[in-house]
Structures are given as structure tokens and as C-alpha cells.
Nanobody, 125 residues
Framework: VQLVESGGGLVQAGGSLRLSCAAS????????IGWFRQAPGKEREGVSC????????HYPDSVKGRFTISRDSAKNTVYLQMNSLKPEDTAVYYC???????????????????WGQGTRVTVSS
């Protein structure tokens, strides 16, 4: 099982980035998928999560309307489109797969078993 993120970088506030997460060794269709982030000194938080069927998604209020998770099953790749970026979005972003037991835990990082190495996003003001 391997997850490899890409697409991070430096962007000005108000700009956009699209992160990618390529999977190997398994298919996303069998797992819930989550994008999480961790800023220095802060707890890891879920920012966009999708159930295994692809029909349920969860976004916290901090990113709702700005971030969108999607997946391409043919490419076994998941994306995180981030628009209207803010300096407070600066963090290392990780994709992960797991088996959350309920919708309420879809973005709970402790429910995820396999993680990528992370990609850094820096938003300048």
C-alpha cells in the first residue's frame, strides 16, 4: 500500500492549488479517503473526506466552499482542489485511506490506517 502526494507549493492568498494523491497496491473504491493537514504546533485535522462509495463527503466549516475532494478511479488518484487560499491554510497536507465506522467520523484522522508522506502548502499574505 503506497500513497504519494504531489502538488504542494507556495501560493499567494486568494490563489488556488490542486493536490494529487496517487495510490498503488490497492484501489480507492475499497476505502474512505481523507485529506488532512497539520500546521506547526497544531493538531492534525481533516479538511476533506470522502466515503468509499464516493457519494458522501465531509468538509469542516474552515474550508467548506473552498476545498473539493474528488477521485479518478481509472487513475487510482484522488485530488484536493483548494481555492481562495488563506494564510491559515498553510500546513503539510496528507492523504490517507481508512475505514471510518460512521459518517460522523469520516474526517477523524485516527480512523485512517495508511498515509502518504505529505506535501507542504504555504500561503503568503
Amino acid at each position: 500500500v503506497q500513497l504519494v502526494e504531489s502538488g504542494g507549493g507556495l501560493v499567494q492568498a486568494g490563489g488556488s492549488l490542486r493536490l494529487s494523491c496517487a495510490a498503488s497496491g490497492f484501489t480507492f473504491d475499497d476505502y474512505a479517503i481523507g485529506w488532512f493537514r497539520q500546521a506547526p504546533g497544531k493538531e492534525r485535522e481533516g479538511v476533506s473526506c470522502m466515503g468509499s462509495s464516493g457519494s458522501s463527503t465531509h468538509y469542516p466549516d474552515s474550508v467548506k466552499g473552498r476545498f473539493t475532494i474528488s477521485r479518478d478511479s481509472a487513475k487510482n488518484t484522488v485530488y484536493l482542489q483548494m481555492n481562495s487560499l488563506k494564510p491559515e491554510d498553510t500546513a503539510v497536507y496528507y492523504c490517507a485511506v481508512g475505514t471510518p465506522k460512521s459518517f460522523g467520523r469520516l474526517c477523524t484522522w485516527q480512523m485512517y490506517d495508511y498515509w502518504g508522506q505529505g506535501t507542504r502548502v504555504t500561503v503568503s499574505s
